[in-house]
């Protein structure tokens, strides 16, 4: 029943692309978790929550979207960055407002040189 009210965010979540999505509902509770694209895509997704629960009250759903910009709640100040296809470190830098050279520094134990990063590679992403 939870997942017919909030299909609209579950659709919205997969339309994001939000990575590792999982939706289960347990306990009368629609549990959301995932890794959005952008910190604009996880407020896209609050604000259709807020749509479909204007004022948060049924507590029918915990939902645990992070983004990898760094949403604050990261302790260390900065946020983790999976490598895509065709990326390069001043892509990332540029995409997270932050030099590539601060990215490599923030990376020395996993990249010797700046121009070899591979897909797949998580990569730390220090505060601009």
Do not use: C
């Not at 507590?59 to 983004?67: K, Q």
């Not at 302790?75 to 601060?102: C, E, N, P, R």
Request: hydrophobic share 30%; proline share 4%; aromatic share 6%.
């Amino acid at each position: 029943m939870l997942m017919e009210k909030y299909q609209s965010l579950i659709d919205m979540a997969n339309q994001l692309g939000v990575s590792g999505l999982q939706v289960v509902e347990s306990d009368g509770v629609l549990k959301v978790d995932g890794v959005a694209g952008s910190a604009e895509a996880k407020q896209q997704l609050w604000d259709e929550y807020g749509r479909i629960d204007p004022d948060y009250r049924s507590g029918d759903v915990a939902m645990n979207i992070t983004a990898p910009e760094g949403d604050g709640s990261s302790s260390s100040g900065g946020s983790t960055y999976t490598v895509q296809a065709g990326d390069s470190l001043s892509k990332i830098g540029s995409k997270h407002g932050v030099s590539w050279q601060k990215i490599f520094d923030a990376n020395r134990d996993k990249l010797n040189d700046p121009d070899e990063i591979q897909p797949g590679q998580e990569l730390t992403i220090p505060q601009g």
